[in-house]
């Protein structure tokens, strides 16, 4: 005796809530973009740190 699985739709829209997963991501890249810029400062005053 085989029993079917009963197909079940999705009870939610899958689509729903990409715009805001976009934008999330968009704001995640400026704020790595811009701690990126912040640790290459940092490294170039380093070796002005060591001398002192």
């Known amino acids: 005796m ?5 197909k079940k739709e999705p ?3 899958l689509t729903e ?4 997963m976009e934008a999330t ?3 995640l890249r ?6 990126m810029e912040q ?3 940092l490294l170039r ?4 740190l ?3």
């Open 2 to 6: 085989s029993v079917e699985k009963e």
């Open 11 to 13: 009870t939610h829209d």
């Open 17 to 20: 809530g990409i715009d805001e």
């Open 25 to 27: 991501i968009e704001r």
């Open 30 to 35: 400026e704020e790595i973009n811009r701690l």
């Open 39 to 41: 640790r290459d400062d």
């Open 45 to 48: 005053v380093k070796p002005y």
């Open 50 to 52: 060591k001398r002192n």
